[in-house]
């Protein structure tokens, strides 16, 4: 069993910043994947960002070069650093460990991220 707990969601302006954080904790293996999910009104859930315990990353086309997903095997938490922000960035974001040795998938509970002026 994995828990996740969230924690830097808000509004912020059309191009500011905002950090997300997410603190794991449980029956975590050592080889896994964290990662962030988002989900506007109306949409599908869809990847962000990943990053895997050996620090291989993944991002989305729409985030690339704007969002940094990072972590702290020591510490079980995933941070993703969203700068320059867009209204389309407005979304619901969804952390997520997948466990690799037994494929069990976890969420956190979502933290709302808002872009407008």
């Known amino acids: 069993q994995v828990q996740l707990v969230e924690s830097g969601g808000g509004l912020v302006q059309p191009g500011g910043s905002l950090r997300l954080s997410c603190a794991a904790s449980g029956s975590i293996y050592t080889i896994n994947i964290m990662g962030w999910f988002r989900q506007a009104p109306g949409k599908q859930r869809e990847l962000v960002a990943t990053i895997s315990s050996n620090h291989i990353t993944n991002y989305a086309n729409a985030v690339k070069g704007r969002f940094t997903i990072t972590r702290d095997n020591a510490k079980n938490t995933v941070a993703l650093q969203m700068n320059s922000l867009k209204p389309e960035d407005t979304a619901v974001y969804y952390c997520?460990?997948?466990?690799?040795?037994?494929?069990?998938?976890?969420w956190g509970q979502g933290t709302q991220v808002t872009v407008s002026s």
């Open positions: 997520n460990l997948l466990n690799r040795p037994t494929f069990d998938n976890y």
